[in-house]
C-alpha cells in the first residue's frame, strides 16, 4: 500500500500543474467554441443544430453548415465525454452559453483528468520494460515536458483522445505480458473505438495493434473481440453522422463553412508529407526536437532496439516496431493534412496522440544509462521542455500564429511569462494580475514540476 501511495504521489504532480494553469476560457471563433457550443446545444435545446443564420451560438469558424442548420465541425467525441462536466459548469452559468463561463473550466478540468490518466498509462506501460523509478520519470516526461501540458488546460481533443487511445495500448500488451484475459481485449478495443470517436486518426491504430497481436500468436477468436468492441466508436459516429446529414460516411469537416472539400479524404494529400514531414521535427514553429527535446532520448533507444533482433534489456524489437508504427502513423497522417500545423495552437497538438511511444521509451534509456553525466542530460532536456512548455500552459495555448520559422516560446509565450502576463482562469478571476504574484505563481509551478523530477533522478541507481 505504501508503495502504491509513493508511485500515485508523483503522478499527481501533473494533475496539480495542469489544474493550477487552466486558461478558463475560449477563443471566439476557435475550435473550443464549436465544442462548447454543442455541448450547450444538447444539453439546453437536446439538439446537435447550433442554430440557423441569425441564431448561432457561437461565431467559430469551426462550424459546419447543411440544410440550413449549423453544426460543430468537430468529431463529436469530445463533446459527448465531457458532456457531465460541461453540464454542471452550464448549471453554475445558470443556463447561460458564455465564453468565460463554468462550463469550459469544467471542460478543461475534465481534460486534465484525461492527460492525467493518459501519464498514469504511460507509467504503466513503461513498467513492462524498466523499473518503477525510471518509468515515473518517463511517465512525467510525457505529463510536464511535451505538449500534453498546455493542451490539458484549453479546450481542445487531444488530451482525451490520447487518454483512451493509450489506455488501448495498455491492455492489450497487458494480455500479451502480464494477463491473458480476454477482457483485456475487449476493454482495449473499446478505449481505442472511443479515442476514434474523438480525433478519427486514432481509428488507424487498429492496424498495428491488430497486427502485433497476431504475430505474438495470439488466437484469431480473442484477437476479433478486440476488433468487435473497437467498432462500437465507429459505429457511434457513423449513426451521429447520419442523423445530422443522411449519410454515415458524411463528416461535419466537409460541410465546414467555406471548404471546398468533397469527402474527408480528400483533405488530405500525400504530397503534403514532402513538405510537412521534416517540419513536425525540425521547425521552430512544430518541431518536436525543439520543443519537446526530451524525445530526442526515446528516438535513440527506438533504433537502438530496432536495430538488435533480440529482447534488448527488456525492450523487445517488436515492442518497438509497434511504437514506431503508432508514431508514424500519427505523423504521416497529419503531415498530409491541409491544415498539417493546427490552426491557433501552442507547438505540434496533432503530434500528442503519438508522442507516448517516443518517450515511453526513455524509461528503458534511464535503466541502461546510470552514469551522473547522462542523468544531467535528461534533467536539462527535461527542464528545457518543461520551461517551454509551461511557459505556453501559463500564457496562453492560444499562442501567435506564424509561419514554420516562427518560435512561439520566444515570439510571445516566454515575454509574456517574465511580464507576469498570465492566462490562468483563477488569477483572472481573482483580479491579480497586477504586482509580483503572477511571477511567484509561475516560479512555484515549475518548482513543483521539476523537484519531483531531481528527487527521482536522484533515487536512480
Request: proline share 5%; net charge positive; hydrophobic share 50%.
Amino acid at each position: 500500500m505504501r508503495k502504491y501511495a509513493y508511485v500515485l504521489l508523483f503522478l499527481l504532480i501533473p494533475f496539480i500543474c495542469y489544474t493550477l494553469t487552466l486558461n478558463g476560457r475560449i477563443t471566439s471563433n476557435g475550435e473550443d467554441s464549436s465544442i462548447v457550443a454543442m455541448q450547450y446545444s444538447i444539453w439546453s435545446m437536446h439538439s446537435f443544430s447550433l442554430g440557423s443564420d441569425g441564431n448561432l451560438l457561437t461565431s467559430s469558424v469551426d462550424v459546419a453548415l447543411y440544410n440550413g442548420n449549423y453544426y460543430s465541425a468537430i468529431s463529436p467525441g469530445m463533446g459527448l465525454v465531457s458532456l457531465p462536466f460541461a453540464s454542471v459548469g452550464f448549471l453554475l452559468d445558470g443556463g447561460h452559453f458564455t465564453m468565460f463561463g463554468y462550463a469550459t473550466l469544467m471542460d478543461e478540468l475534465f481534460l486534465a483528468v484525461c492527460s492525467s490518466l493518459a501519464v498514469f498509462f504511460a507509467y504503466k506501460i513503461s513498467r513492462f520494460y524498466a523499473p518503477e523509478t525510471e518509468s515515473l520519470l518517463a511517465a512525467l516526461a510525457l505529463g510536464l515536458s511535451t505538449s500534453v501540458w498546455p493542451f490539458s488546460t484549453v479546450v481542445f481533443p487531444q488530451g482525451a483522445s490520447l487518454l483512451f487511445s493509450i489506455a488501448s495500448v495498455y491492455f492489450m500488451l497487458r494480455y500479451t505480458k502480464a494477463s491473458s484475459r480476454d477482457r483485456n481485449l475487449l476493454i482495449s478495443g473499446l478505449c481505442l473505438g472511443m479515442a476514434c470517436l474523438i480525433e478519427y486518426v486514432a481509428a488507424l491504430f487498429a492496424l498495428p495493434i491488430l497486427g502485433y497481436l497476431l504475430a505474438k500468436g495470439v488466437r484469431r477468436k480473442s484477437v476479433s473481440k478486440l476488433f468487435v468492441s473497437f467498432l462500437v466508436g465507429p459505429f457511434v459516429l457513423m449513426s451521429y453522422n447520419y442523423s445530422i446529414f443522411g449519410n454515415p460516411l458524411a463528416f461535419p469537416e466537409q460541410f465546414k463553412v467555406g471548404s471546398t472539400s468533397a469527402s474527408l479524404l480528400a483533405m488530405f494529400n500525400p504530397v503534403n508529407m514532402i513538405g510537412h514531414f521534416p517540419l513536425y521535427f525540425v521547425s521552430p514553429y512544430r518541431g518536436l526536437l525543439l520543443l519537446s527535446p526530451v524525445v530526442v532520448l526515446g528516438m535513440y533507444e527506438l533504433y537502438r532496439a530496432l536495430g538488435s533482433s533480440a529482447q534488448l534489456d527488456g525492450f523487445p524489437s517488436s515492442d518497438a516496431a509497434l511504437f514506431v508504427i503508432l508514431f508514424a502513423l500519427v505523423l504521416m497522417t497529419y503531415s498530409a493534412w491541409q491544415d498539417w500545423a493546427g490552426g491557433l495552437a501552442y507547438g505540434p497538438r496533432f503530434m500528442i496522440l503519438g508522442l507516448p511511444y517516443l518517450v515511453i521509451p526513455v524509461s528503458t534509456w534511464m535503466s541502461r544509462n546510470k552514469s551522473a553525466s547522462l542523468k544531467l542530460l535528461f534533467l536539462a532536456l527535461f527542464v528545457m521542455g518543461s520551461f517551454v512548455q509551461g511557459a505556453g500552459a501559463l500564457t496562453s495555448a492560444f499562442s501567435v500564429n506564424g509561419d514554420p520559422s516562427t518560435y512561439q516560446p520566444l515570439a510571445y509565450n516566454i515575454p509574456a511569462l517574465f511580464q507576469g502576463k498570465l492566462d490562468t482562469w483563477w488569477i483572472a478571476k481573482l483580479g491579480l494580475a497586477d504586482g509580483k504574484l503572477p511571477l511567484v505563481f509561475a516560479a512555484f509551478v515549475f518548482v513543483l514540476a521539476w523537484i519531483p523530477v531531481v528527487l527521482l533522478i536522484r533515487r536512480s541507481k
